[in-house]
Each structure stands twice: as C-alpha cells, then as structure tokens.
C-alpha cells in the first residue's frame, strides 16, 4: 500500500483521515500563434510536447527543461489552503532563494 506525505510540511497523510491535495504544475515556454486562421485549434502545448520527444534523443536535456516542465506535488489540507492562498508567493520565499553565495 502506498503511503503518502504532504510535500510542504513532510508530515504523513493517513488516507482514512487526511485529506490529500493534489498539485501539478505545467511551465513551459509560451509560443504565440504564427499567424491567425479560422480553423485553426492546433493545441500548441501538444506540439511543444512533440517538438521535446523529438529533442529527446539525449543532447538537449537542458534545453527541455527550460521549455516545458511538469511537477506534482502532494499536499495535506493546512498546506493545500496555504498553496492556494499564496501559489507564487510561498515558492518565491522557500524554494528560490538563490541569492546566498
Ligand atoms: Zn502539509
């Protein structure tokens, strides 16, 4: 049986008791339209996901990471409230502190 945890506070999530929270995050390169056409509902996201499984031959894993990247993270209910309330916010604060050299 699969046992989980809130990836914000570690603590762990009883599945009889604890609600779990579900986070995915997409970020991936915005890419405007080339040019505008009636018809035209080509899903964008899925062609940049085409265009990585062609890069995806080994050389440009940088690169496909700069341009389309998913998480997920689980979340008990106090830290899924937290989440919500302050998305951008909380990451900024904990999870990008680059600037201690
Ligand atoms: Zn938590």
Known sequence: MIHYSCDQCKRPLDP???LRYVVKM???AAM???EES???DRDYLLEVQDILQRMDDGA???IGDDVYRTMRF???ADCRRKFVAHPLGRAAN???D???N
Request: aromatic share 12%; proline share 4%.
């Open 94 to 96: 904990k999870q990008f």
């Open 16 to 18: 009889d008791e604890d």
């Open 32 to 34: 405007d339209p080339l």
């Open 26 to 28: 997409e970020v991936y």
């Open 98 to 100: 680059f600037s201690q």
């Open 60 to 62: 440009n894993d940088r």
């Open 38 to 40: 009636d018809d035209d």
């Open 74 to 76: 689980d979340l008990c």
